[in-house]
């Protein structure tokens, strides 16, 4: 008997014809991801330490990935939110920012806003540069939350900077709308600066207030939401929960691109995380693969 009357008796052969191509390479172990994407985070960009010159050697490193385009969790600048940060300060960090990410300017920038990026100490609210507005402007992004699909997968990104670390009424309700306005089975990608669910909050905190009806969101559409990245914490880590994946995907900056815990673990070190970015590559059927790379 030889293959093929294997597969017709098993009907692997007729559910790859009705299936299509991508369900037949996934059968034989040759599905290739239909999306390559890096996700950088906590950046946070400064003047001294090097910083800019070693965070445009990773986006060359980055590119090399052949990915399709960059996911930015935020805290972008080294800080603005101090009590003591001038404009002048605020304008020369966003400058820095402006003139590295010029060098991947070919690639599209998906990014959320960190804790770090917003001035509140403007002189008023009616300020330009003061708060979220001005942020969303820097960044180039449509709103402070907002959605976008690509190639079957659908994208969200979330804005946890609110009270407490969690999701506005606004926000969450559109949340909502969006997740079932999707078709059956889309694959969705969630982001966020803060850790929804994993292991880092209870290490260090920082996690999301909320995560207990994010969480039970995620299960009414547990055939949509497979995975969730985040930073904030500076620490890399991998959670699964209700099939929904959860990564931490540590910090470009690891220590604020300092020493860091360079004696028990490594330069630049935070804790036990190095310094680094994640490359994920997506599937039709919904697969995720999230690799943290360390960078010098």
């Known amino acids: 008997m030889n293959r093929r009357d294997i597969l017709k008796r098993t009907g692997l052969l007729a559910a790859g014809s009705l299936l299509g191509p991508v369900a037949a390479s996934a059968a034989t172990g040759k599905q290739s991801p239909v999306l390559t994407i890096a996700h950088i985070t906590d950046v946070h960009i400064r003047e001294d330490l090097n910083a800019p010159a070693r965070f445009k050697k990773c986006l060359e490193e980055i590119k090399k990935q052949k990915i399709d385009f960059f996911l930015n969790g935020g805290d ?23 003139d590295c990410i010029s060098t991947i ?6 990014s959320c806003l960190g804790n770090h990026d917003m001035w509140w100490k403007a002189p008023s609210k009616e300020d330009s540069m003061y708060g979220k507005d001005y942020v969303v402007k820097r960044l180039n992004i449509p709103h402070r939350y907002y959605s976008f ?15 407490n670390v969690s999701l506005d009424e606004e ?16 694959p969705t990608l ?31 559409h547990r055939d949509k939401v497979k995975v969730c990245l ?33 004696e028990s673990a490594g330069e630049g070190y935070y804790l036990e995380t190095p310094p680094g970015y994640a490359i994920l590559k997506l599937y039709a059927d919904g ?7 360390a960078h010098s």
């Not at 300017?105 to 998906?110: H, W």
């Not at 190639?151 to 946890?160: C, E």
């Not at 207030?209 to 039970?216: E, G, Q, R, V, Y």
């Not at 929904?244 to 470009?252: F, L």
Request: charge should be negative; charged fraction near 20%; include cysteine.
């Open 76 to 98: 972008s600048i080294f800080d603005a939110s101090y009590d003591n940060v001038t404009r002048d300060r605020v304008t020369q960090l966003w400058g820095i920012w402006d």
């Open 105 to 110: 300017k070919s690639y599209d920038i998906y």
């Open 149 to 163: 699909s690509r190639k079957g997968w659908h994208f969200i990104i979330l804005d946890g900077n609110n009270d």
């Open 171 to 186: 926000q969450y309700k559109w949340l909502e709308k969006d997740l079932q306005s999707l078709p059956a089975g889309t």
């Open 190 to 220: 969630v982001m966020s600066h803060y850790p929804i669910l994993g292991i880092t909050p209870i290490l260090v905190g920082g996690g999301h207030s909320d995560h207990s009806k994010l969480k039970a969101l995620f299960y009414q």
């Open 230 to 262: 985040s930073g904030h914490n500076h620490l890399s880590d991998n959670a699964v929960y209700n099939g929904v994946r959860y990564c931490c995907n540590g910090a470009m900056s690891g220590f604020w691109w300092g020493a860091g815990d360079k």
């Open 287 to 293: 697969k995720v693969e999230n690799d943290y790379i």
